[in-house]
Structure formats: C-alpha cells, structure tokens
C-alpha cells in the first residue's frame, strides 16, 4: 500500500506519520526531515538547502527526484507513507513514475484538514528533539521537564517555524500543493480527514480510510 499525506504546514502530517510508522508498521519518507539533515551537514549544499527551507520555499525538483528514487531503490516494505511529497505537480510526476518502476501505484491521498488560524497557532508550539526529530506541542504535549522522554534530546523550534515563514509556506501550498489535491480527487484517489481533532481521533480516521483495522473507539 503507498499513501501520501498531503495538507498545509501545521496539519499533523509529521504527528501522524510517526504513529503509522511506529504502530502500524509503515516505511515512513519524510522529504523535510530528509533536508533538514542535508542542511545541517554544513556542506555547500547543505547550506544552500538551509536558506531553502528557512525561506519557507521549495527545493528544487531535481534534489527531490534524488532523494525518492534512492528512497524507492532501498525499500521493500509493503506500507509506504510519504510525508511531505509530492508538494507540487512535478513532484506527482516524479512519484508517478517511481512507482512505476517498481510496478506499484499510489492508493491513497490522505488530505488533512485544519483552519487557518489552528494552523498558525500549531506551528509556533511546534518543537521538536534535536537528536531523533520527535515532534511535540508546548499546548497539547508538552514534553516534561522541556526534554525528549524518547531519548533525553533537546527540544528546538524549527527555523522555519516562525509566524512569518509561515505565512510564505501557506502561500507556497495554496499555489503549488493545491492543484496536487485536485489531480488526485480527480482520480478518486483523495480522502479528506478533519486533522482539527485529537491526534488519536485523526489517527483512526486515516486507519479507517486506508481499509488498516485501528484501535480503540477513533472517531
Ligand atoms: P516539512 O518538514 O514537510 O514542513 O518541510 C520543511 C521544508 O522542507 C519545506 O518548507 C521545504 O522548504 C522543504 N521541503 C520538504 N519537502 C519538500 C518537497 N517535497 N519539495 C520541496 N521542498 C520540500
């Protein structure tokens, strides 16, 4: 099964993504966590997607079409989950055509749903550990004593996790992610969830939509 998570930058798309990983056995891809590692290698090219991602911009397509293809080349799971891609029409082209090449297709676009300004107030208490990239929220699940409990790292605010870069990540999703949703409802391949609901109500929603038997009584 191959499902991709689409939604504006404070959905959950990463929360949610971690439980599939962790509990329901999916191969997790995620571009961002992806780049922010390139970023912080301190190489030229590292520095060049840092300035990427703190501008709240995308990287170029060819630097995402490397990551998946290698991506794809090591994976032989049967549940895989892309968090974060394809963020525009020739990024659907290139997971289209990988998929391909390994004589799959994508099943499932999950579309999470939020307001505007449950966004926003998401991405300011985002935090997450510097060493295994757990997301937590200072409101809903602020971590203990203001440390990893998975693993004792320290928790940082993502650069680009600023009310101003946020507003230029919004923009960049309405013009660019947007026609990415359409494609997809067009195929019927689209399955919109509320994400404006407790993580574990949003988590039985996907589970239920993607046909996977959650726990517990979901929403
Ligand atoms: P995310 O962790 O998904 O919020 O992504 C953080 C940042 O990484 C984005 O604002 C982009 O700068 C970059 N990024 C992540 N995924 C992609 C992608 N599929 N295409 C281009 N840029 C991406």
Known sequence: MVVVFLGPPGSGKGT???????????????????LRAEAASGSDFGRRIAAIIEGG????????????VR????CDSDRVLFDGFPRN???????EAGLAGIGDDLDHAIFLQLSQDALLGRIVNRRICASCG????LVTSPPPGGM?????GELLQRKDDTPEVFTNRLRVYMEQTVPVLD????RGLLREVDGARTVENVTQSILRVVGIDGVGDGA
């Open 16 to 34: 949610q993504a971690e439980r599939l990983r962790d509990e329901y056995g999916f191969t997790h891809f995620d571009t961002g966590a992806a």
């Open 57 to 68: 911009n995308l990287v170029p397509l060819e630097v995402i079409r490397e990551l998946v």
């Open 71 to 74: 991506f794809l080349a090591g």
């Open 89 to 95: 029409l020739d990024q659907a082209e290139v997971l």
């Open 134 to 137: 757990a997301i937590y929220s």
């Open 148 to 152: 990893c409990p998975l693993d004792g």
């Open 183 to 186: 494609l997809y409802r067009n």
